[in-house]
């Protein structure tokens, strides 16, 4: 796979997906922070240290950012994802992706644009499938989407998940092979 990809959204937006550099840490940092603070798609319940950023998106990932086209001199981050193997050694062929949109930029097809950028990725990489450990039940747009391009729900884990109000919720194992 060739990167810069460029593509354009639903509604004609033509946007560039680039493999992340050290000008994007910043930038995918703060987006993570605004995503922890809706508590709605990430086990985090507080802002992440640099270095816990660098250890949860950066260390040991392959990561790709989003960006309109043309890209501003002072450009905003659109979305993001990370793709990283699952397991070491003899399962490390199951990739583990994690996916952030911008909210302002939700329902327009960057979600589906990054997820069949990671799926050609991750086959290119050598992966043959990629696990989600956590999809919060009540995400219903994120299931739908991972639903859309092929992935199925192997099993529940009943309330993995702390809400903010405190009450839990359920989560989804998903899994999509790549043979």
Same mark, same amino acid.
């Given at each position: 796979?060739?990167? %810069?990809?460029?593509?354009?959204?639903?509604?004609?937006? %033509?946007?560039?997906?680039?493999?992340?550099?050290?000008?994007?840490?910043?930038?995918?940092? /703060?987006?993570? !922070?605004?995503? =922890?603070?809706? *508590?709605? @798609?990430? %086990?985090?319940?507080?802002? #992440?240290?640099?270095?816990?950023?660098?250890?949860?998106?950066?260390?040991? /990932?392959?990561?790709?950012?989003?960006?309109?086209?043309?890209?501003?001199?002072?450009?905003?981050?659109?979305?993001?994802?990370? #793709?990283?193997?699952?397991?070491?050694?003899?399962?490390?062929?199951?990739?583990?992706? *994690?996916?952030? =949109?911008?909210?302002? $930029?939700?329902?327009?097809?960057? *979600?589906?644009? #990054?997820?069949?950028?990671?799926?050609?990725?991750? /086959?290119?990489?050598?992966?043959?499938?990629?696990?989600?450990?956590?999809?919060? @039940?009540?995400?219903?747009?994120?299931?739908? #989407? $991972? !639903?859309?391009?092929?992935?199925?729900?192997? *099993? =529940?884990?009943?309330?993995?998940?702390? /809400?903010?109000?405190?009450?839990?919720?359920?989560?989804?194992?998903?899994?999509?092979?790549? =043979?």
């Amino acid at each position: 796979m060739q990167f %810069p990809v460029e593509a354009k959204l639903k509604d004609g937006t %033509p946007v560039e997906v680039v493999l992340a550099g050290n000008s994007d840490w910043p930038l995918l940092a /703060k987006l993570y !922070e605004r995503i =922890v603070a809706e *508590g709605t @798609s990430y %086990p985090h319940d507080r802002r #992440l240290s640099h270095e816990e950023f660098q250890d949860y998106w950066v260390k040991g /990932k392959s990561a790709v950012v989003v960006y309109e086209r043309p890209r501003k001199t002072d450009p905003a981050l659109l979305g993001a994802f990370y #793709l990283r193997p699952n397991w070491p050694g003899r399962a490390r062929h199951v990739a583990n992706a *994690g996916f952030i =949109v911008t909210p302002e $930029w939700r329902n327009r097809g960057l *979600g589906w644009l #990054l997820g069949a950028v990671m799926l050609d990725y991750a /086959k290119e990489l050598g992966y043959r499938g990629v696990i989600f450990n956590l999809v919060f @039940s009540e995400n219903q747009v994120a299931r739908h #989407l $991972w !639903e859309k391009l092929g992935f199925r729900v192997l *099993g =529940v884990i009943p309330g993995a998940v702390r /809400k903010s109000d405190a009450t839990y919720q359920d989560a989804h194992i998903m899994f999509r092979s790549l =043979v």
